[in-house]
């Protein structure tokens, strides 16, 4: 069966016409999925109109390869027509990359992946997709839009190359001003009250909603920042306070002044039972606890609430190692599953503000996928991060001088028998 994808019949302007409208087919069908996926109504796109452009390319691209390789076998063409889409989609990608310094998409999760740009799982669906197109809806759509009125065609593609301009134009100046403002925001994060970077991050809510990767781009730039900052600020100060930590030394009397209710808490001094990553979690929490007040402290933000929430950043009380009822589900992941039980316990035990309660659910990002809302939380993670490495660590040199003493215990033994 022969597919018409082609009319010499009609115009240039009948062919605006029908790139708008797929163009237009293209942004309703991420609207569907991104107001699925995101449970709200999102204007998906780089555009503020109604328009994807990559879909109306895509389609120009599908249509094109369908009528140079008419007659061919379907798995050559299907190949060809994936390799062509696949090819364009990582273009786009990297010249916004390169061009707005900014990521829109991201597939590096996802597995068979090339630079996070494209994917085969998707690649495939694309051309799943264009298939069926070229065969099916670009036939039917250029039929009935070769009976239009010349006139009338040529009028509304005028206008839509007159209104497309304008909206492309309008749309690469907000997306400028929103790469300006993120590399602001990523130098001066920790310098910006919590006010000023809801603010920021909020005029720019429609572009975070239409490409959900680029807050994640955004954030783990952010977080990147603020981990080579506070590498610089450890450097000269962690002797000092790691000593003080495992010396088990008396911390500042002003600590221990906004700590003492939780510290002294009989439900709180449970975690004692519990052994954690070395040591109990009760030691774990009050090392987390004590390096984010002394951060925090040094960085000028909410100190007070850096340690309230870092001491119940892992408030459970149960064996994560070997869980069950009424704790925790077997079969459910203690590492996704504890921030909820931790605030739980400490809405149910304390008196806790919204930096504090921050703290405590976003503590294990990103694991959990929304990032941390407010600077001191993000300070939290990374000495919870910074503190369980090097237990790890110190646990494995442990370990590993262990087993070298035994060898030479035994290398020692051995000698004397022979």
């Given at each position: 069966m022969k597919y018409i994808v082609f009319d010499s019949g009609i115009s240039v302007f009948h062919y605006i016409v029908l790139f708008a409208l797929y163009a237009f087919l293209?942004?309703?069908?991420?609207?569907?999925?991104?107001?699925?996926?995101?449970?709200?109504?999102?204007?998906?796109?780089?555009?503020?109109?109604?328009?994807?452009?990559?879909?109306?390319?895509?389609?120009?691209?599908?249509?094109?390869l369908e009528y140079i390789l008419s007659g061919w076998h379907l798995i050559p063409r299907f190949i060809l027509l994936g390799a062509v889409l696949t090819a364009m989609e990582y273009l786009v990608g990297f010249f916004a990359e390169k061009i707005f310094k900014l990521t829109l998409w991201d597939y590096s999760e996802n597995r068979l992946n090339l630079h996070g740009r494209v994917c085969l799982p998707f690649s495939l669906l694309w051309t799943v997709l264009a298939l069926i197109f070229v065969m099916f809806i670009h036939p039917a759509t250029l039929g009935r839009v070769s009976l239009a009125d010349a006139a009338s065609v040529k009028t509304a593609a005028i206008l839509f190359?007159?209104?497309?301009?304008?909206?492309?134009?309008?749309?690469?100046?907000?997306?400028?001003?929103?790469?300006?403002?993120?590399?602001?925001?990523?130098?001066?994060?920790?310098?910006?009250?919590?006010?000023?970077?809801?603010?920021?991050?909020?005029?720019?809510?429609?572009?975070?909603?239409?490409?959900?990767?680029?807050?994640?781009?955004?954030?783990?730039?952010?977080n990147s920042n603020i981990r080579n900052k506070l590498n610089s600020?450890?450097?000269?100060?962690?002797?000092?306070?790691?000593?003080?930590?495992?010396?088990?030394?008396?911390?500042?009397?002003?600590?221990?002044?906004?700590?003492?209710?939780?510290?002294?808490?009989?439900?709180?001094?449970?975690?004692?039972?519990?052994?954690?990553?070395?040591?109990?979690?009760?030691?774990h929490v009050q090392e987390v606890a004590y390096l984010s007040y002394r951060?925090?402290?040094?960085?000028?933000?909410?100190?007070?609430?850096?340690?309230?929430?870092?001491?119940?950043?892992?408030?459970?009380?149960?064996?994560?190692?070997?869980?069950?009822v009424p704790d925790l589900p077997r079969n459910k992941f203690h590492g996704l599953q504890h921030p909820a039980i931790a605030l739980t316990n400490a809405r149910k035990y304390f008196s806790i503000n919204?930096?504090?309660?921050?703290?405590?659910?976003?503590?294990?990002?990103?694991?959990?996928?929304?990032?941390?809302?407010?600077?001191?939380?993000?300070i939290v993670s990374f000495a919870d991060k910074y503190l369980s490495s090097k237990e790890f660590i110190n646990e494995y040199q442990r370990r590993r001088n262990r087993r070298r003493r035994q060898k030479a215990r035994n290398r020692h033994k051995n000698r004397h028998i022979h």
């Open positions: 293209g942004w309703v069908i991420e609207i569907i999925y991104r107001s699925i996926t995101q449970r709200r109504f999102v204007n998906a796109g780089f555009l503020f109109g109604p328009f994807i452009p990559i879909y109306g390319l895509g389609a120009a691209a599908a249509i094109i190359l007159i209104y497309f301009a304008v909206d492309y134009s309008f749309s690469v100046v907000s997306l400028s001003a929103f790469r300006r403002r993120i590399a602001y925001l990523y130098s001066e994060y920790l310098n910006l009250d919590n006010v000023e970077i809801e603010k920021i991050l909020t005029s720019f809510q429609r572009l975070r909603n239409a490409f959900p990767d680029l807050n994640r781009y955004v954030y783990n730039n952010i600020f450890l450097k000269p100060i962690q002797d000092k306070i790691i000593r003080e930590m495992q010396g088990r030394k008396s911390f500042e009397p002003e600590y221990y002044q906004i700590i003492r209710d939780i510290e002294e808490h009989e439900e709180f001094l449970k975690l004692k039972e519990y052994f954690h990553h070395n040591s109990s979690i009760y030691v951060i925090c402290k040094f960085l000028k933000l909410d100190y007070r609430s850096a340690a309230r929430g870092a001491l119940l950043h892992d408030f459970f009380l149960y064996d994560w190692r070997n869980h069950d919204e930096i504090e309660a921050d703290i405590i659910r976003k503590h294990m990002w990103p694991l959990t996928l929304v990032p941390p809302k407010y600077k001191e939380s993000f």
